[in-house]
């Protein structure tokens, strides 16, 4: 690792005062540091009023005239166009991006659960399917196919089979918090509303392959319309 000596620290303040206070920790700074190394004497030059793009520019004989040229030459020598054509046709082999949109049409009712975790946990989630980042910036991943998706964390599990679903993080200052959402085909069966510790059920055709079980044995509450059942799970 380079260390600057304390006569480049010097020639590197002349080169900020030189730039000005809007560049002093900017480009002119790190172009005086290049040159310096470069063994270039730049200060008198600078001082008469060469800007350090020049003087980088003369130092390395590059010529503003030939930038088209030199880089038409890049382009030449690493075949831009074949590997242009190469990536044009790996992208036509993904498959076509996952909306929202699309994945609340495959289903009329949403089961949504929110779930918030102790400070330094996570929920394990495990499943099968094809899953892929809607808005990565935003930590959704979507699974419009699934073969099985589970979970059990802190008194919460859940079983789905053959259903698409949602997944939905962000931090908050004290914990992590995650959104699970499941597209139904209609309104689940919900036990255990009274007690604040609802057990959920969804069934396709009377069998879990087709189907949802969620248990909640803690404090939670639920919003419920005619196309969502919203599980919000008390913090502990």
Same mark, same amino acid.
């Given at each position: ?22 560049? /002093?920790?900017?480009? *002119? ?27 980088? /520019? ?59 975790? #102790?400070?330094?946990? *996570? ?56 959104? #699970? ?13 009274? /007690? *604040? ?31 969502? #059942?919203? #599980? ?5």
């Amino acid at each position: 690792m380079d260390v600057l000596g304390g006569t480049e620290i010097s020639q590197l303040r002349i080169a900020q005062a030189v730039e000005g206070s809007s560049r /002093s920790y900017g480009s *002119g700074a790190i172009i005086a540091w290049i040159l310096t190394r470069m063994n270039v004497d730049w200060r008198q030059r600078s001082q008469q009023g060469a800007s350090f793009e020049t003087l980088l /520019s003369e130092a390395v004989n590059f010529k503003p005239q030939d930038a088209s040229t030199l880089a038409q030459a890049s382009l030449d020598q690493f075949n831009f166009k074949e590997l242009l054509s190469e990536a044009e046709k790996w992208k036509s082999t993904l498959p076509p991006e996952i909306t929202m949109a699309d994945f609340y049409l495959k289903g009329k009712v949403r089961l949504v659960i929110n779930i918030p975790t #102790v400070k330094g946990e *996570g929920i394990r989630f495990t499943g099968r399917g094809a899953g892929l980042p809607s808005e990565p910036e935003k930590g959704i991943t979507i699974f419009l196919t699934s073969q099985s998706f589970s979970f059990d964390y802190r008194q919460i599990s859940l079983l789905a089979e053959n259903r698409p679903y949602m997944l939905n993080s962000t931090k908050a200052k004290q914990y992590k918090h995650y959104e #699970v959402t499941i597209m139904l085909d209609e309104l689940p069966q919900i036990t255990g509303f009274e /007690s *604040g510790e609802p057990q959920i059920q969804w069934l396709d055709g009377g069998t879990i392959e087709g189907g949802v079980k969620l248990k909640v044995e803690r404090a939670a509450t639920l919003d419920i319309t005619q196309d969502s #059942v919203t #599980v919000h799970i008390t913090p502990q």
